[in-house]
């Protein structure tokens, strides 16, 4: 069965996406699923975010998962989020999708994150959406 991961680093989104300061991940969750079904995907989505979550209303739940970071952890932040790619990868089957909505990747910091997605993509039957400011709305990617 087809599953959907997304994984939202909401410090470098939340500028560059214009992610109004109100949204919860309760109202995130809708969306990507919605997303998803307007490219046609269908199957469960869950939705791993990362940052600094201090003072905001964000609750775990089922299929949240929350990650925080303080301000200035971006290199431990981007170590998490390749992990949870891995794993993630690891614990689904083919064909599933991920979700990235990371803001600009090519970064030092993210060019792990880069290598690895390409390898789940040419060795594995893996798709990946990645979602940028430069890219509304997120091309399906093989």
Not at 10 to 21: K, L, T
Not at 55 to 72: E, I, N, T, Y
Request: proline content about 7%.
């Amino acid at each position: 069965r087809q599953r959907q991961e997304s994984f939202w680093d909401m410090d470098e989104c939340r500028n560059e996406c214009e992610i109004p300061e109100e949204l919860t991940a309760a109202d995130v969750v809708p969306r990507i699923r919605q997303k998803l079904l307007d490219l046609g995907l269908r199957g469960p989505v869950s939705i791993r975010i990362y940052g600094d979550l201090t003072g905001l209303d964000f609750q775990s739940s089922g299929d949240v998962k929350l990650h925080h970071f303080h301000a200035g952890e971006k290199r431990e932040k981007m170590t998490k989020i390749l992990e949870d790619i891995v794993s993630w990868s690891g614990e689904n089957p083919e064909p599933s999708v991920g979700i990235l909505v990371l803001g600009h990747l090519g970064a030092a910091d993210d060019a792990d994150i880069t290598e690895v997605i390409e390898l789940l993509k040419t060795q594995k039957n893996y798709q990946f959406m990645l979602v940028t400011p430069e890219s509304p709305p997120p091309p399906t990617v093989r």
